[in-house]
């Protein structure tokens, strides 16, 4: 099967494609915000400059785009053409994040992974962040918005 765009144009199309900021960062950033939590953003001297830190808690959240990240789902296979170039590009980016992962655990962090496929339902992703981060300082609590 050809790529029906031409390579300049698809050459703009990936180079278009964001590393921060991304929707599915967004909406855990909002969702972990209105749960309670506070973080840092992509702190460049952590391995893997991970999405969201949790300096007090030694936790990190890395946000995954599923096709450039490899995962295992319909988002993340591989494009059919340009095989040679795409799929040491995925493997490699399988190997950096496997090895950022490992060197936080090693100084004592814990990382959660959150694939793009699956933090589209609210309840879901409320519920693996509030398990993987914990409960919140004392007397609060992750569901209440003290500002109301």
Known sequence: MTDPRSPEQRRRIMQSVGQKHTGPEMTVRRMAHSLGYRYR??????PGSPDLVFPGRKKVIFVHGCF???HDCKKGG????R????GPKIEANRARDA????ALADNGWEALTLWQCQ???GADLASRLMTFLG????GSSP????ES
């Open 41 to 46: 953003l992509h702190l460049r001297n952590m």
């Open 68 to 70: 450039w990240h490899g």
């Open 119 to 121: 933090i589209h339902s």
């Open 83 to 86: 095989l040679e170039y795409w």
């Open 143 to 146: 569901l209440v918005n003290e």
């Open 99 to 102: 090895s950022a992962e490992k």
């Open 135 to 138: 409960p919140l300082g004392k």
């Open 78 to 81: 591989l494009p059919k053409s």
